[in-house]
């Protein structure tokens, strides 16, 4: 009896030692990088200029953004700015709002609420040149959707 309880609890060890350097057969999937082509900076600050200079400490970024692959709007959408230097600032949570002008353009009624805007604290960042991009993060991917725009930091 006593041999057969050392031999179960040696098989046991064994069974148990034996998984533990392998990888977790249900590794959460790498999120798929899209792109998409349809987004616009409309204002910066309110300002329509290419290039707009903000000595202020929170920037008002507003326009819209679709997923131009499957024409749809992701809920979640954040504003990166990065520099020349390629560091790169993530702001969150944009709020997200009605824009009928984009659904009558595109002729896409899903895309009502593709409006954005970002109130961005902008304080931590360093004087520089920062271009603008938009980030869609889904439940499998992250769409980028570049601007034209650039901001312009001096505070």
Known sequence: MQGTIRSALAASCLIFISGCDQTPSQSAPALQQ??????????????????????????????????????????NLNLVLTNKQGHAYAFA???????????????????????????????????DTYMISLQMPTEDSVITCRTRKVLLLKQ
């Open 34 to 75: 899209r792109i998409s082509t349809l987004c616009a900076l409309d204002a910066i600050n309110g300002s329509q200029d290419l290039v707009v200079q903000s000595k202020t400490q929170t920037v008002d970024f507003r326009g819209w953004a679709v997923d131009s692959e499957r024409k749809t709007v992701p809920g």
């Open 93 to 127: 949570h944009a709020q997200r709002n009605s824009r009928p002008d984009v659904v009558k353009a595109f002729n896409e009624a899903s895309y009502l609420q593709s409006g954005y805007r970002v109130l961005a604290d902008v304080s931590s960042l360093a004087n």
